[in-house]
């Protein structure tokens, strides 16, 4: 189990909706960046996708994470209509089909995309 | 109009024992001596931040270390664009009469003032606090992510990017002050120790400490002004999981609108000033600006395009990849540069014609834009 719900969604990700303009984003706020309309729906995300860019990091910024260095850090666009960072599978490749875990990585709660095996 | 009419740059490395305040006050003297001006003289100071120096008013703080005390003062804070969005405010305040005579200042002690992963991790900041930096992300990574993208649409290799430290080091190899002068080769790059693929060491800029200042004027005083023509800025978004489009990132419309505001076309340019924090920053700068066509900067560098003797000479100091990376001093080293060639005195370095100048610079992961268009008297 994770502590820290990422964020919030517990073992899923989360993104907001606005109900006037249809606008998707990630980072959370209390209104749409695009229309300023002030009660956004937040929803779970399917964390399905594609690989969009990715690098494996082998100079790890602190202890905890040169650890696990190599490490891979991915962005994917989501089906569900945005775009997310998370570390994956360090054989990911660019345009992989992924799907998004959360798991303990460097002793903390982060998004994880492995191969996504149901879709190709 | 306002005029650039002094500057003074330090060698950018290791510089044991000197703090922001002391880089900030040669590179401020420097300038100074270069402008023919004294202290009194200096009526406005703006300066850039520094990650040594954490503090809510720096520019204060250096007038009264450098005893002056201006009409005008304050700190600026764009990342990487700041010394050039320096430059741009200066411009703009000289034309609005709130100061006639501004000292422009970056320096910090990066390299000896902190422990290495302190400096990563300072850096690693530009990211989103919650969404990004917890993940271990690093502005190598940053960079890495975006480098794959554009390799993937536009047929970059990393053999293209190595061309362009290649040429860095080339360039730096003439510059006493540059951090590193030894030359390199393709393989070297690509042999390099790996930081976050496809980056290697060598495709990184440095971490130095150095300073550099410039003055900015309402009059040609001295003996080596020149006219600052023209300006723009564009900022995206802050982090790269917030980006609209990973392969336009609005360098090339900054620039033209810089060059609008000159009254001059790109295809006029002499001399180019371009921001090179890793070779992907500086390929996708050239490329997006149309300084070379998508795909094809490395090999416009290994053709010789952005050489001394060509017809756009690059960065001919070496650049952040080579001369080395301060912080906010780091891109004004480019335009110390800049300076020099315009005004003939650039020595070995020295290109055939440089009478009208391109500078870009960006800050954060391609967040904010600056461009420059700098014109002989």
């Not at chain 2, 306002?2 to 922001?20: A, D, I, P, R, W």
């Not at chain 2, 005008?72 to 050039?84: D, F, P, S």
């Not at chain 2, 190595?162 to 006493?176: F, N």
């Not at chain 2, 590193?180 to 496809?198: G, M, N, W, Y």
């Amino acid at each position: 189990m994770n502590s820290n719900d990422w964020t919030q969604g517990g073992d899923h990700l989360h993104y907001q909706q606005c109900g006037t303009c249809a606008n998707r984003w990630y980072f959370k706020r209390d209104f749409c960046p695009t229309c300023g309309q002030t009660s956004p729906n937040t929803h779970l995300a399917s964390g399905l996708g594609k690989v969009c860019a990715s690098t494996l990091v082998h100079r790890a910024p602190s202890d905890e994470f040169r650890a696990i260095a190599p490490y891979r850090i991915v962005m994917v666009d989501l089906a569900d209509g945005i775009r997310v960072m998370g570390h994956a599978e360090v054989d990911v490749l660019m345009d992989d089909q992924v799907r998004c875990e959360v798991r303990t990585i460097a002793g903390r709660s982060l998004p994880y995309f492995v191969k996504d095996t149901h879709v190709s | 109009m306002s005029y650039l009419v002094g500057s003074g740059l330090t060698s950018y490395g290791k510089h044991e024992g000197s703090s922001t305040l002391d880089l900030m006050s040669q590179a401020s003297n420097l300038a100074l001596k270069d402008a023919g001006l004294s202290r009194s003289d200096i009526d406005g100071v703006i300066c850039g931040y520094s990650t040594t120096l954490p503090h809510l008013m720096l520019a204060t703080l250096f007038c009264e270390h450098f005893g002056i005390s201006p009409q005008y003062a304050h700190t600026v804070q764009m990342g990487g664009a700041t010394g050039l969005g320096l430059v741009m405010l200066a411009k703009q305040l000289v034309a609005s009469g709130a100061a006639r005579r501004i000292l422009v200042i970056g320096g910090e002690n990066r390299m000896t003032g902190q422990s290495r992963d302190s400096a990563i991790q300072v850096l690693a900041q530009v990211g989103h606090p919650v969404y990004e930096v917890p993940l271990g992300a690093t502005i190598p990574a940053y960079y890495g992510l975006l480098a794959s993208s554009y390799m993937k649409a536009f047929g970059s290799t990393e053999q293209d990017f190595a061309a362009l430290a290649v040429l860095m080091r080339q360039h730096a190899s003439r510059h006493p002050g540059a951090q590193f002068q030894k030359p390199i080769t393709e393989d070297d790059v690509l042999a390099s120790r790996p930081i976050a693929s496809p980056l290697k060491i060598l495709d990184c800029c440095s971490v130095a400490d150095g300073g550099c200042a410039v003055v900015v004027s309402a009059e040609p005083v001295g003996g080596n002004p020149l006219k600052i023509t023209g300006a723009a800025q564009h900022h995206n978004a802050q982090h790269i999981s917030a980006m609209k489009n990973l392969n336009d990132f609005g360098a090339g419309q900054c620039t033209q609108r810089a060059l609008q505001s000159a009254g001059r076309k790109l295809s006029e340019v002499e001399y180019i000033a371009i921001y090179d924090s890793f070779t992907i920053t500086l390929t996708m700068l050239l490329e997006e600006i149309g300084l070379a066509p998508r795909g094809q900067a490395g090999n416009w560098a290994r053709e010789g395009r952005f050489s001394k003797d060509s017809a756009t000479p690059l960065n001919l100091h070496g650049g952040l990849l080579s001369y080395g990376h301060c912080g906010v001093a780091g891109a004004m080293a480019h335009l110390a540069e800049a300076h020099l060639q315009m005004t003939g005195r650039a020595g070995e370095r020295q290109a055939r014609r440089s009478g009208i100048s391109l500078l870009h610079a960006d800050g954060g992961v391609l967040s904010s834009h600056v461009s420059l268009v700098l014109e002989s008297v």
